[in-house]
């Protein structure tokens, strides 16, 4: 090891970033609750600027790709490319917002309200009773027991409803705040190639050459790898919730628009979310249209969920995360436990870089020794 490099990177660098580390630690260590919410104020003032990169990532490709297609007629491709793709994902918003969302509103009130009624009428049946009284007994009746408590009127309220787009914004409470993520996503996707010209001169500066080729191995791993998984669960997401919207209507499921969403959005989470999704849609297809359209609604569901697994999935990804499944479980389950819904969606792609890292780390030990 020469004098001045040290662990990949220069010695000066090495040093300053030890001593960040040590006093950031220390003060972590010395004021627990107050560092707590001074990181919390941070984030909150930074979550504008964090929303605008994630809007950033989520529309960068399609705007590469219309760039490049408008490249060879028009001049200012680049700004026409983020002026389209911009416009088009306001415009399936704001018709989502329209049609979509009063739809499953519509829905989730008529099924809270007539909830007692699907029940009795269940529960009435002869057959269903003979067949599963234990179903009854401690799924059904406990599931309409809790539903009946949901008071719906009170949750959408305007005063409610103005609370969680509270919450849900945090501190982007403003028009100002999400003006601003909106500009700097803007100007993130505009100015791209200088962001990643700072960050790569930036790398060279602090860095060995040889600590320089790994982080630019994982820095364009990881974004492969987050891309590839992040984007190909949206859009097979999209696809599980139009087909099974389709077939459940089809069959003649009562809900089938909200249950089919319902499914799409349980299905962004890796191996659990698949199972609940299905789970919570057969029982409410139970309660609403009785055991015989449930066990239909679960067949085609079920072989529909097998084949976006085998065939759909595997070609939106194009390339497979290179993880076990054991692994994907242990991801899915510490990602939730520890960060809710968020952690459980980007837990696997993180797992998979650091096991990119951890299986470069092993060879080269190995080839040392």
Known sequence: MKKDKIMGTKRWFYWLSIGIILILVYKF????????????????????????????????VPCKNIEKFLSKKIKHSRGASIAIVYTLAITAIALIIKFIVPIIVE?????????????????????????????????????????????????????????????????VKSIVNIFISFICSVYIIAQRESIVNFINKLAKATMTEKGYKKFVRYFTSGNQIFFK???????????????????MAIIGVKYSLLLGVFIGISNLIPYF??????????????????WKQALIMAIVVI???????????????????????????????????????????????IVALIKLIIDDFIEQKLKQD
């Open 29 to 60: 260590l010395d004021n627990f609750s107050g560092i707590g919410k001074w990181l919390l104020n941070l984030i909150s003032i930074l979550l504008p600027f964090l929303i605008g990169i994630i809007i950033a990532y989520i529309l960068y």
């Open 107 to 171: 829905s989730i009130a008529d099924l809270i309200n007539n909830i007692q009624s699907y029940y009795n009428s269940i529960a009435a049946n002869e057959l269903n009773s003979d067949i599963s009284p234990w179903l009854q007994t401690n799924i059904l009746k406990p599931i309409v027991d809790y539903i009946q408590n949901i008071n719906f009127e009170e949750m959408f309220t305007p005063e409610r409803i103005k609370t969680y787009v509270s919450s849900a914004f945090g501190a």
């Open 229 to 247: 998984f992040i984007s190909s669960q949206v859009i097979d997401a999209l696809i599980v919730a139009v087909i099974s919207t389709i077939a």
């Open 273 to 290: 979310g698949a199972i609940v999704g299905v789970a919570i849609s057969i029982i409410i297809t139970l309660l609403t249209g009785g």
């Open 303 to 349: 072989v529909l969920q097998q084949i976006d697994a085998n065939i759909i999935n595997p070609r939106i990804t194009s390339s497979r995360l290179k993880i076990s499944p054991l692994l994907v479980i242990f991801a899915v389950t510490i990602g939730g436990a520890y960060f809710g819904v968020m952690g459980m969606f980007i837990a696997v792609p």
